[in-house]
């Protein structure tokens, strides 16, 4: 199997139970398994800022689908899970992101990779620190993750992964 890293967000609705819910899609998904899951992050919304705020995590996938069949399952479930959004960057129900798959590097209509945008966003970082294979101290964009960098995005732990859902 290829290791692949995927980015999810929800600030729309029951945000934690989308994200849990997106996992389980991806796990039961034949040729996907799920190998680790960062813990979920309250994150202020960057872009455009009038929205609420999000939910966002990571996961480390195990599959032997190619990155284009990935990001269609992908896209896929937001679209079953009826992902709602109007404005572009704006409030979303569910959001799956493919971030990186081996080393490949593509850029196509469809996708590019390693994600372009992935390298300005704390809220895709931090947890993708957390599922990071060589462990976090390997992270190769630990050097972004200033303090005031930190700060200026509002992180905040909502959830470990493997916590019971918070009733909210
Ligand atoms: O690109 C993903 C959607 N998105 C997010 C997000 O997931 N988290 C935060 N904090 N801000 C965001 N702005 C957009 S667009």
């Not at 960062?38 to 195990?62: H, I, K, R, W």
């Amino acid at each position: 199997m290829f290791e692949a890293y995927a980015a999810l967000g929800a600030n729309l609705g029951d945000r934690e139970r989308s994200l849990r819910e997106a996992v389980r899609r991806l796990a039961a998904t034949e040729g996907i398994e799920v190998r680790r899951c960062s813990a979920l992050y309250e994150t202020d919304p960057v872009g455009y800022t009038e929205q609420p705020a999000f939910l966002n995590m990571a996961a480390a996938l195990g599959t032997n689908l190619c990155p284009l069949e990935l990001l269609r399952v992908m896209l896929g479930i937001e679209r079953e899970m009826g992902r709602v959004r109007d404005i572009r960057f704006g409030p979303r129900t569910i959001d799956l992101d493919l971030l990186l798959y081996e080393g490949i590097e593509l850029d196509t209509e469809e996708l590019a990779l390693p994600h372009p945008r992935m390298g300005e966003r704390a809220f895709v970082l931090v947890p993708l620190r957390d599922v990071w294979a060589d462990g976090p101290e390997a992270f190769p964009w630990n050097g972004l993750l200033t303090e005031p960098v930190l700060k200026e995005a509002g992180i905040k732990i909502w959830a470990p992964w493997g916590g019971v859902p918070k009733e909210r």
